[in-house]
């Protein structure tokens, strides 16, 4: 769950437990600061989706919640580095953001970014997917790695063979890329865990 989830969780919890009954989402809006009921409405859905509560279809206040709110664990939000290319490296950008990530993803260094292509499809890694980032400038063999390469960034699988360094695609249809002497050349981080989101951040 993730932080502004949890916000409207806790909110409908602790009306339900003052009234005796669940808040009209008018009352979520006023008590969560959104603007529009599409913005509850959108938290809601998500919230039933993932189980943490139901809702009947015709009625006013129809909320009811399937999971106590201390057996609920907030997600942190991490820095949102920009846009890293799953097939050929795309130029290095930052862009200064954040996205909210479940706790387990969460740790000191970790970093966001958006994936572009479909070369590590077989990872699970789709386009559009976040990926959550260890940033750290070594990686072990067969790891997982955000690259730059000659300024541009790109997500592969790290391989060392002997003195030289290729960066291999989780899809049998495209090829390896081979790391030159020439090149200039960092890894960025290492991959801890991957995200598929319907709607991008900051939300409202």
């Known amino acids: 769950?993730?932080?502004?989830?949890?916000?409207?969780?806790?909110?409908?919890?602790?009306?339900?437990?003052?009234?005796?009954?669940?808040?009209?989402?008018?009352?979520?809006?006023?008590?969560c600061g959104?603007?529009?009921?599409?913005?509850?409405?959108?938290?809601?859905?998500?919230?039933?989706?993932?189980?943490?509560?139901?809702?009947?279809?015709?009625?006013?206040?129809?909320?009811?919640?399937?999971?106590?709110?201390?057996?609920?664990?907030?997600?942190?939000?991490?820095?949102?580095?920009?846009?890293?290319?799953?097939?050929?490296?795309i130029e290095a950008f930052q862009q200064a953001e954040v996205v909210e990530v479940p706790s387990a993803m969460a740790g000191t260094g970790n970093v966001v970014y958006e994936v572009r292509g479909d070369s590590m499809i077989d990872q699970g890694i789709m386009d559009g997917d976040y990926v959550t980032v260890h940033?750290?400038?070594?990686?072990?063999?067969?790891?997982?790695?955000?690259?730059?390469?000659?300024?541009?960034?790109?997500?592969?699988?790290?391989?060392?063979?002997?003195?030289s360094i290729e960066l291999h695609p989780a899809n049998p249809t495209m090829t390896p890329i081979m790391v030159q002497e020439s090149d200039e050349f960092h890894i960025r981080g290492i991959l801890v865990g991957s995200m598929r989101f319907y709607k991008k951040w900051k939300g409202k």
Do not use: C
Request: no cysteine.
């Open 1 to 31: 769950m993730t932080p502004k989830q949890k916000k409207v969780f806790d909110f409908i919890t602790t009306y339900q437990e003052r009234h005796g009954y669940a808040p009209s989402q008018q009352e979520i809006a006023r008590g």
């Open 34 to 89: 959104f603007e529009s009921l599409g913005t509850v409405q959108h938290y809601l859905k998500l919230l039933e989706r993932d189980g943490f509560l139901s809702r009947r279809w015709n009625g006013r206040r129809s909320i009811e919640l399937n999971k106590p709110a201390q057996a609920v664990a907030a997600g942190m939000e991490l820095p949102f580095v920009g846009i890293v290319a799953a097939g050929r490296p």
């Open 135 to 163: 940033s750290q400038p070594t990686a072990e063999n067969g790891q997982t790695v955000i690259a730059e390469l000659n300024g541009s960034i790109t997500i592969k699988r790290f391989v060392r063979k002997g003195n």
